[in-house]
């Protein structure tokens, strides 16, 4: 059995700048990652969350200690301030110890997020309608 280090991304919109908005998408985000990947709290090395500048009520990692992820080093930072980019965006990175190959990563976008990587949310929804959200794997 190998083990790897292995990236998954998530990222998702929120309705507003406020701390209930910030932590219900960043808990969404995180249990749809979860539910597709079978990530557990002590199988996460690290996690780095971004919110796009207009997102400042909280820290998104607040929703991932609630979670249950307290042994997991967190680590929270604002996005580039690009022209006509994507506003009011929580983003994460995830390294996940796991045996998967890269391929069976299921990276997460949702809500207005899923124009940031199409391909990647046609794959969350066909998931999602399937019975094994894990994709076989």
């Known amino acids: 059995m190998t083990i790897w280090c292995r990236g998954v991304r998530g990222a998702i919109t929120c309705d507003e700048n406020s701390r209930e908005a910030i932590l219900t998408a960043t808990r969404e985000m995180l249990q749809t ?11 996460i090395a690290s996690a780095i969350f971004t919110t796009t500048p207009d997102l400042n009520a909280e820290f998104p990692a607040v929703a991932a200690r609630e979670l249950g992820w307290v042994d997991t080093a967190l680590m929270c930072g604002h996005e580039m301030t690009v022209p006509g980019s ?6 994460v990175l995830v ?12 990276h997460v976008y949702l809500r207005g997020a899923s124009n940031l990587r199409p391909e990647h949310a046609a794959r969350m929804a066909a998931l999602r309608t399937s019975p094994d959200p894990a994709g076989g794997a």
Do not use: F, K, Y
Request: proline share 7%; aromatic share 4%; glycine share 4%.
């Open 33 to 43: 990652m979860i539910a597709a990947n079978g990530l557990r709290p002590e199988d």
């Open 86 to 91: 994507l506003p009011r965006c929580v983003r």
């Open 95 to 106: 390294h996940w110890n796991t045996e998967r190959q890269a391929s069976e990563v299921i």
